[in-house]
């Protein structure tokens, strides 16, 4: 069954090839949809398409294969195209002619458009709670080791003094403004494109304003066209959004695999969250984080995936655009399993206080050194010089006493400054006022 299908019969092998992969990935849009039509079904009455009968009928079905789908009793059949097919043929069905009346002022494109949209949201809301606690345990483990130092590198050379308080906060603040673009996805996602129809608009007298209230989007896409351009566009801002989330995973995930090497030996983590060798029995592999790593990198090419999937289309509706959840949704699961596994990494993280008792470290205090003589009344310069005559001649001493007092150092790691900025960036995104809409829709 197809919404747009009338007498003709597809060749069964098109069929196959244009249907694809959507009857499963649909099933991730299964409750949007119903709460689409929830909304949808409630503005035609107001605008006199639907009598009140009609209406209560409808929502009643509506809610009850919304709980279904709640559940997990719900399915697409097999010869059924699609989630939005699903629904209105469930509804017709059940309640008779009334169902079929649903998809009056409304196009397939706007409503696989809302879908996802209502979609998106959800997913964005999970993925901006994981990055909360990721974030908070950043914090909580910079504040712990604050006074621990480690070595600093640049080039990959001994450098500098860092701690780990530095280390843990750097990727704290990070996920501040990975969280940054996110709000800015969610801002371009949290628009209502429904009555847009087929991407331009409707005889009807729509009421557009009704489903983005009963919704709970911002405002609305407001320029019927545009909303269908917003396919594809919607999608790359997400990726990119997720890319960043993904970008500090995946150094940090490197950082990681580094610093728990023999050569090392900062960090360390119990052996049940590492794997063994088949042939070395000293071996303590750091699969999670190569995979963290990994799936992460994978996740940074979504956006340019999804740009070279839309680039050259011209405005309106293209099939192409179908193939993009194929890409994203399983984005989606993969960033969040990356999000809980760092999670249980950092819960376990075993730090090594006594790294820079190693005298392979004491050119780590050089600069300390030169700083002191600067201190005194020397000239930099001077004092850089001398301090490397001394290296090379073999009679320089490190000064392992660190002094580091301005805002985001060693001894000043801003950790509460951090936090502030976080928690106003997680508190725009006001989850709980769109819940509530939501909530009242099904009830």
């Given at each position: 069954m197809k919404l747009w299908q009338k007498n003709t019969t597809v060749d069964q092998a098109v069929d196959a090839f244009t249907v694809g992969q959507d009857r499963a990935l649909d099933m991730n849009l299964a409750p949007f949809d119903v709460l689409g039509s929830l909304a949808h079904t409630q503005m035609l009455q107001q605008i006199g398409l639907l009598t009140s009968t009609e209406l209560a009928s409808i929502q009643k079905e509506l809610k009850a294969i919304y709980q279904e789908i709640v559940e997990g009793k719900f399915q697409i059949e097999d010869d059924v195209e699609d989630i939005h097919s699903q629904v209105e043929l469930l509804l017709t069905r059940?309640?008779?002619?009334?169902?079929?009346?649903?998809?009056?002022?409304?196009?397939?494109?706007?409503?696989?458009?809302?879908?996802?949209?209502?979609?998106?949201?959800?997913?964005?809301?999970?993925?901006?709670?994981?990055?909360?606690?990721?974030?908070?345990?950043?914090?909580?483990?910079?504040?712990?080791?604050?006074?621990?130092?480690?070595?600093?590198?640049?080039?990959?050379?001994?450098?500098?003094?860092?701690?780990?308080?530095?280390?843990?906060?750097?990727?704290?603040?990070?996920?501040?403004?990975?969280l940054e673009l996110m709000l800015a996805a969610w801002k371009v996602v949290n628009k209502n494109p429904l009555g847009s129809a087929a991407g331009y608009g409707s005889s009807f007298p729509l009421d557009r304003q009704l489903t983005t209230d009963l919704l709970g989007f911002q405002s609305m896409n407001y320029n019927v066209v545009y909303a269908q351009m917003g396919r594809g566009k919607s999608?790359?801002?997400?990726?990119?959004?997720?890319?960043?989330?993904?970008?500090?995973?995946?150094?940090?995930?490197?950082?990681?695999?580094?610093?728990?090497?023999q050569n090392y030996n900062f960090i360390a983590f119990p052996a049940h969250l590492t794997t063994g060798s088949s042939?070395?029995?000293?071996?303590?592999?750091?699969?999670?984080?190569?995979?963290?790593?990994?799936?992460?990198?994978?996740?940074?090419?979504?956006?340019?995936?999804?740009?070279?999937?839309?680039?050259?289309?011209?405005?309106?509706?293209?099939?192409?655009?179908?193939?993009?959840?194929?890409?994203?949704?399983?984005?989606?699961?993969?960033?969040?399993?990356?999000?809980?596994?760092?999670?249980?990494?950092?819960?376990?993280?075993?730090?090594?206080?006594?790294?820079?008792?190693?005298?392979?470290?004491?050119?780590?205090?050089?600069?300390?050194?030169?700083?002191?003589?600067?201190?005194?009344?020397?000239?930099?310069?001077?004092?850089?010089?001398?301090?490397?005559?001394?290296?090379?001649e073999g009679s320089y001493q490190p000064e392992r006493n660190v002094v580091h007092t301005h805002q985001g150092s060693i001894g000043n790691l801003m950790n509460d400054e951090i936090k502030k900025e976080f928690d106003t960036v997680f508190q725009a995104f006001d989850f709980e006022q769109i819940q509530k809409k939501l909530v009242r829709l099904v009830l």
């Amino acid at each position: 069954m197809k919404l747009w299908q009338k007498n003709t019969t597809v060749d069964q092998a098109v069929d196959a090839f244009t249907v694809g992969q959507d009857r499963a990935l649909d099933m991730n849009l299964a409750p949007f949809d119903v709460l689409g039509s929830l909304a949808h079904t409630q503005m035609l009455q107001q605008i006199g398409l639907l009598t009140s009968t009609e209406l209560a009928s409808i929502q009643k079905e509506l809610k009850a294969i919304y709980q279904e789908i709640v559940e997990g009793k719900f399915q697409i059949e097999d010869d059924v195209e699609d989630i939005h097919s699903q629904v209105e043929l469930l509804l017709t069905r059940r309640i008779g002619e009334a169902g079929k009346k649903i998809h009056a002022g409304r196009s397939r494109n706007d409503q696989v458009l809302v879908d996802l949209k209502l979609y998106f949201r959800h997913e964005l809301e999970s993925l901006v709670q994981q990055v909360k606690v990721v974030f908070d345990t950043f914090q909580q483990l910079s504040n712990q080791h604050k006074a621990v130092i480690m070595p600093g590198y640049t080039h990959l050379q001994v450098a500098m003094p860092s701690s780990f308080g530095l280390w843990f906060g750097a990727y704290a603040e990070s996920l501040v403004d990975d969280l940054e673009l996110m709000l800015a996805a969610w801002k371009v996602v949290n628009k209502n494109p429904l009555g847009s129809a087929a991407g331009y608009g409707s005889s009807f007298p729509l009421d557009r304003q009704l489903t983005t209230d009963l919704l709970g989007f911002q405002s609305m896409n407001y320029n019927v066209v545009y909303a269908q351009m917003g396919r594809g566009k919607s999608e790359r801002i997400v990726a990119q959004a997720m890319s960043a989330i993904a970008a500090t995973l995946s150094k940090w995930a490197m950082d990681c695999c580094l610093y728990m090497s023999q050569n090392y030996n900062f960090i360390a983590f119990p052996a049940h969250l590492t794997t063994g060798s088949s042939i070395m029995p000293h071996k303590k592999n750091p699969d999670v984080l190569e995979l963290i790593r990994s799936r992460c990198n994978k996740i940074q090419a979504l956006p340019n995936e999804i740009a070279l999937m839309i680039t050259n289309l011209p405005a309106g509706y293209h099939r192409d655009l179908q193939l993009l959840k194929e890409n994203l949704f399983p984005a989606f699961t993969s960033l969040k399993e990356c999000l809980a596994m760092t999670q249980l990494m950092l819960n376990h993280i075993q730090v090594n206080p006594e790294i820079v008792a190693d005298t392979k470290y004491d050119y780590l205090f050089s600069v300390e050194v030169v700083n002191a003589l600067v201190l005194e009344g020397i000239p930099f310069r001077e004092a850089y010089k001398q301090i490397g005559l001394a290296i090379e001649e073999g009679s320089y001493q490190p000064e392992r006493n660190v002094v580091h007092t301005h805002q985001g150092s060693i001894g000043n790691l801003m950790n509460d400054e951090i936090k502030k900025e976080f928690d106003t960036v997680f508190q725009a995104f006001d989850f709980e006022q769109i819940q509530k809409k939501l909530v009242r829709l099904v009830l």
